[in-house]
Structures are given as C-alpha cells and as structure tokens.
C-alpha cells in the first residue's frame, strides 16, 4: 500500500502543526504508525491522499452514524451556505434543531447549543455548580469529558492512550475540586456521595463509558447513582457526547431508561459539523445567562450550516427503525468476532452494547479503567497495523471504540470477520 502523498504531508504538518495534528490521538502514536492523511469519504468508506480504500470503524470518532457524505446532509448544508455562513444572531433553524432535542431526548426539557463535546461538559459543569452552590464535581476513572482543566483528572481517550496521568498546565487549585472515582464501584460511590466533607455539586458520568474502549455500566449501578443523587441533592450530568442519538434515538437514557438532570450531547447532533449542546430540566437550565446568573454564550454558536446539517442528520436518525437494525447488525458483528477470538485461542474480552464495541486484548473482564489497563497495548498495534494493511481503518488506539454505521454492508462486515481471524491468527502464531 502506498503511502507516499501521507508521508509527505505529515513531514509538511510536523513544521506548522504540534505533532502534526489537531487533536492528539490521530498521530496514531500508539499504534506505532504514522497517520494517513484523509481526502474524501463516502458511506462506510474513507480514501487517503494515495487514493487507498478502507472501510471505516471510526466514523470520525462518532458522528458519521449514517456514513459519509450522506446525500441528505450534503443537501442541506449547500441548501444553506448560499445564504451566508453567520450571523451571530438568532435563527429558525436553531429553533428547529432545539426542538427535535427535546422531543427526542426524554429528560431535555429546554437545551443549549455550543461548538463541542467539550463546550458542552465545561457548561454544564458551571450550571451544575451555580445551581447548587456547590464545588466539587465527582467523576469517573477513564471517562473522557473533553480537555475542559476539571476534567484532566485520570481522563480517557488521549490522555490514556499517551499514557499521562493529567496534564501539566491544569493548576492543582482547579482539579482539586474534582474528584476521580472507579467506574462499576458500589462501594466507593457510595461512600464519596455520603462524605459529608465533599460539598458535591454534581456527578459527571458517561452512561456507557466509550473512552477507555466499551465499558457498559453493571445492572444497577447508574440506578444506585441517580438514587444517591437525588437524595444528597446533587446533579447528575449524562455525558452522552458518544451515546447520544447512538444507543437510542434517545441516546442511553432512552436504552437504559435512567433519567439524568443535565445531558451534554456532541458528535452525531452537529451531522459531522462541530456542535455541542447541554440540555436538562427548565429548573436548572434557567439559571443560565440572559435569564439567569450563569455566564455561558458563544460567538459561533447554533452556526446555520452546523444546525442544517443536524437537522438533516436527526431527521434520518428517527426513521423507524434504524436503530433496531443498526443495533442488531452490530450484535450479529459482534458475536461473529468474539468467535473469531475462540477458534484462534486469543485471549481477547470484547464489550459490546448498541454499535459500540471494543476488543481488549485481556482475557479477564474489562469493567473500570484498572482492568482495562491489563490489555496488552502492543498486541492492539500490531492488530491495527495486520488491519490497515487489508484496508479497515480502526481506532488507532486500544482505549476508543470502534464505531458501526448504517452505512456498513454485510460484505463489509463479512470481510471484517475474515481479517479478524486473520489477523488473530498472525498474532498468535507470532
Ligand atoms: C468526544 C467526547 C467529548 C469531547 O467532545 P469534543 O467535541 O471532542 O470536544 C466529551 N465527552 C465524551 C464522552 C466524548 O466522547
């Protein structure tokens, strides 16, 4: 496989760009490559610069649920851009969009719109905290909340896949109002709520986490943390950034039915542009500026080509249906791999829920971030390399999932399962 055009641009990018990249992970560090430079996608498919196929398990780490380049967004943003790209001022089509979101997610009742995942946390922590009048935020080992400083405290996705336990330049006085806590633990849940010393304003969690690779929640434990914080009279924040309109059309509250006070969402609501929102209860939304104390506002916000393409994007999303068969074909998927793992004798745990799933190269359980960190790293580089090679494009990291989208053919996952055997095969004989 030639990767000459990549090569080059990456030597190019290393001279203006830190690392060569705008967001850490895709330096493909980790995995021991150099990343390949992305000209155009298409359904489940994204071709480099070279001009090299693969069929892609990353999705543009979520958003594309539908596939590249679908007709129906494409449409609607060009429909759009002729008639100016901002305004700074309020629009229908943020009206719109509000609308579908709190139609679709059962516990919005009024919501928010900023440019990112991270925008969305860093608010909604800030509401949280101005509601209650309260500093701690407690949240969990692995979970990624974006690059906001509260939340650079044994974070997922980047920080664990470089192996850094925070990040210089967030100041102690900031993270010690944070509180880091193991995921799937009763016991120390319950004990950090009931420590009457911690002044909790909120509990920041993802429902299923998604940055320390798939870690769905145990029966009961999301049901035993919105009971204590209802009780202690703390927030509770679903960060659904990954889940939202990913489980369910109601992302995991919807699928696990548990109902949180404030839901930050991301990744699939933009349709592959950037948007962020933070939605909850009128109550606690209420108290953000004009009509409250709370300052949060944004220059770029509800940006008219973002909220086209997120309408377009929610309105394929709530077909009868596609969720049913998504979720489906990702579980045939999924079973299909996991057998693949038994005949070759690798030791390898897949967690899986909806078209979420991850294999850990671990034969225990994967339940928190500590046994998470048992799967052998090196073992997952050499598997994305066997991979890329045959031309499927995963995460290039142990720690993400992989993500399944309509888009995705049975041929394309017929092949997937004949190169995971393969590829299992060559790691074992090695
Ligand atoms: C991706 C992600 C974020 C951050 O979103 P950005 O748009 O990258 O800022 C926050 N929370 C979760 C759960 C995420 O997966």
Not at 183 to 198: A, G, V
Request: charged share 20%; with cysteine.
């Amino acid at each position: 496989m030639n990767r000459s055009r990549s090569d080059k641009l990456f030597l190019e990018a290393r001279k203006v760009i830190p690392g060569g990249v705008n967001s850490p992970v895709r330096a493909c560090k980790s995995v021991g490559c150099d990343p390949l430079f992305i000209n155009r996608a298409n359904g489940a498919s994204v071709y480099d610069v070279d001009d090299n196929r693969y069929t892609d398990y990353v999705c543009s780490w979520g958003p594309m649920i539908m596939g590249h380049a679908h007709p129906n967004i494409i449409t609607a943003i060009k429909g759009v851009a002729d008639q100016g790209t901002s305004f700074g001022a309020p629009t229908r089509a943020e009206v719109q969009l509000a609308e579908k979101v709190v139609q679709a997610v059962p516990s919005i009742e009024k919501v928010r719109f900023v440019n990112s995942g991270t925008e969305a946390t860093m608010s909604a922590i800030r509401l949280a905290r101005g509601f209650t009048g309260r500093d701690t935020v407690v949240k969990f080992d692995g979970c990624y909340h974006g690059h906001a400083d509260s939340f650079l405290v044994k974070a997922g996705s980047g920080v664990v896949t470089l192996g850094i336990p925070g990040s210089p330049g967030v100041p102690d006085d900031i993270v010690k109002n944070t509180v880091s806590i193991p995921y799937n633990n009763f016991e120390i849940l319950e004990k950090t709520l009931n420590d009457p010393k911690l002044d909790i304003a909120c509990v920041i969690i993802e429902p299923v986490a998604g940055n320390m690779g798939c870690i769905p929640p145990q029966e009961g434990f999301l049901e035993t943390l919105r009971e204590l914080t209802t009780e202690k009279g703390i927030v509770l924040i679903f960060d659904e950034v990954i889940t939202g309109f990913r489980l369910a059309y109601g992302g995991a509250q919807e699928y696990l039915n548990i109902m949180p006070d404030l839901t930050c969402l991301g990744k699939i609501i933009g349709g592959g542009l950037p948007v962020g929102a933070y939605g909850g209860k009128t109550e606690i939304m209420d108290q953000i500026a004009p009509d409250g104390p709370v300052y949060q506002a944004g220059t770029l916000s509800g940006n008219p080509l973002a909220m086209a393409a997120g309408i377009a994007a929610l309105e394929i999303l709530e077909v009868p249906g596609f969720y049913d068969e998504l979720n489906t074909k990702s579980a045939e998927c999924l079973n299909r791999l996991k057998k693949c793992a038994e005949e070759t004798g690798i030791a390898a745990t897949f967690n899986g829920i909806g078209s979420l799933m991850t294999c850990f190269f671990t034969d225990q359980e994967v339940v928190d971030f500590d046994s998470a960190m048992k799967a052998d790293t090196d073992r997952y580089a050499t598997h994305y390399q066997n991979m890329l090679a045959k031309g499927i494009y995963l995460a290039p990291s142990q720690f993400e999932v992989a993500f399944m989208s309509s888009a995705h053919s049975p041929e394309d996952l017929e092949y997937l399962e004949k190169m995971t055997e393969w590829s299992f095969k060559k790691i074992v004989e090695k």
